[in-house]
């Protein structure tokens, strides 16, 4: 496995580690009733940031000039994965109230603004084009 990729990966879990305690903490002080439990929140996080991480290092291997690209198309995937894992709570009869549609999009747009980051870190690491 490619150190970075391993770097990557470990501070996904890194980020998660805190991220997870943080919304823990909230929601055990402030005893919010979630629809969806932590744990398959930060499941589908966490599995999903792995996905992209891997499929955007996979590309920066092998095409340098498409990293951006990767990243663009697996945030448009894992947008539709993230429809397809609130939609069952969105067609039962008691749907979640809009505290637990914050409990999931606020996670989210902080592991897409970390996923960003990290994106943009590799990309500017990359060596420039020479151009004679």
């Given amino acids: 496995m490619n150190s970075k990729l391993l770097k990557s990966y470990i501070s996904i879990l890194l ?31 966490i599995l999903s940031a792995l996905v992209v991480a891997g499929i955007v290092f ?21 947008m539709l994965a993230a429809i397809l894992f609130l939609l069952p709570g969105m067609l039962s ?4 109230n809009f505290s637990n549609i914050l409990n999931f999009f606020i996670p989210y747009f902080l592991y897409l603004i970390f ?3 990290q994106v943009i870190k590799l990309i500017n690491a990359q060596e420039p084009t020479k151009t004679e």
Avoid: R
């Avoid at 997870?20 to 439990?37: G, M, P, V």
């Avoid at 009869?93 to 979640?96: G, L, M, Q, R, S």
């Fill in 58 to 78: 996979w590309v920066q291997s092998n095409s340098k000039d498409h990293t951006g690209f990767a990243f663009m198309g697996t945030s448009l995937l894992k």
């Fill in 15 to 45: 980020f998660s580690a805190v991220v997870l305690l943080i919304h823990w903490l909230l929601d055990y002080f402030y005893e919010i009733i979630t629809y969806y439990s932590l744990g398959s929140i930060y499941a589908f996080h």
């Fill in 115 to 117: 996923e960003a980051v």
């Fill in 93 to 96: 009869e008691d749907k979640p």
